[in-house]
């Protein structure tokens, strides 16, 4: 399961080991000593979950970017047909009840899970709800749920370029915040990833990325690479975006997801210049209005510059395809637009994605 970009192949990690790796030594002491990375592992080792998955695939044929199902005996294609595969990734338990926290990817297709505890036991688990669109899915626990521990949600949007993280999975891995807010990688329709040095390796994929007080900053999911291969940059899907849709999954069992109903740009320079609008003109293009959709009913024309969302500043197409998704259905968003260098309030009441993308 890959995308290519300009910098190569993005790839979802999916695992071949149920190993748990130990994490590899620090050069230099950390927050008071080198102890400090290791109590935080022990306290949050028992949150985080092997996953273990039984498919049912079709052969594709070359799996150029899927290693994991290629069919050895047909290295060259050959018909499409059914077959069973495996696959392994990582989760983290969110409450006492028994809900796990884990990538879309991680599970998809599986006609059986099995979830591995820190402690050595083996849970079946059913698939709650998956939002391939974020790359997340929620499963639940079955069995006998004694001695759960949820883990501690933490607030990405207060992390710092630079600050030391883990990766809790399979294996284990550490390194720092190189980015935030990263956006048009082309691995799924939502993106607002944490950019990470932290290796994101098979099998972690799914599990915690956690800050150095024990809590949950990123689900991680993907790693930028031209060979399948780690090489530097791994990718994590922030809690501040995970945990509502984690919430509408078990309460809902599906994200309800706003529609305004526009085809929009990042403005660039060149863009700007090409619209004739200032150099250093930001914000997101309207380059089109569907028709009777929620922005034409708005007054939203082609050519407007969208500024902000219910006053947060929306630099980049991600920005706001972001904030509508997450708005939801049936709610009313303020849009900040400039238009004929002027600029306009306007408040508009957001549809359902699914129902408009069915029609």
Sequence with gaps: MARSSRLGALVLGIGLSLSWAPLAAHAQPLRGGDTAIADVTERVLPSVVNISTTTARKNRGPAMFDPFFTDPSSPFGGRPSEREGQSLGSGVIVSPQGYVLTNSHVVADATDIRVSLSDGRELHAELIGSDPKSDLAVLKLEGKLRNLTPIRFGRSHKIRLGEIVLAIGNPLTMGIISAKGRSGMGIVDYEDFIQTDAAI?????????????GELIGINTAILSRTGGYQGIGF????????PIMESLIRDGRVDRGFLGVNIQTLTRELAKAEGLPDDQRGVLVTRVLSAS?????????GDIIMRIDGKDTFTA??????????????????????????RTLRIELDDLDRNSRE
């Design 201 to 213: 390796n098979p099998g972690n994929s799914g599990g915690a990325l956690i800050n150095l007080d």
């Design 236 to 243: 994590a899907i922030p809690t501040d975006m995970a945990r």
């Design 294 to 302: 929620p922005a034409a009913r708005a007054g939203l024309l082609q």
């Design 318 to 343: 991600a920005h706001v395809v972001n904030a509508v998704g997450m708005a939801g259905s049936g709610k009313r968003v303020k849009l900040e637009v400039m238009r004929a260098g002027k600029s």
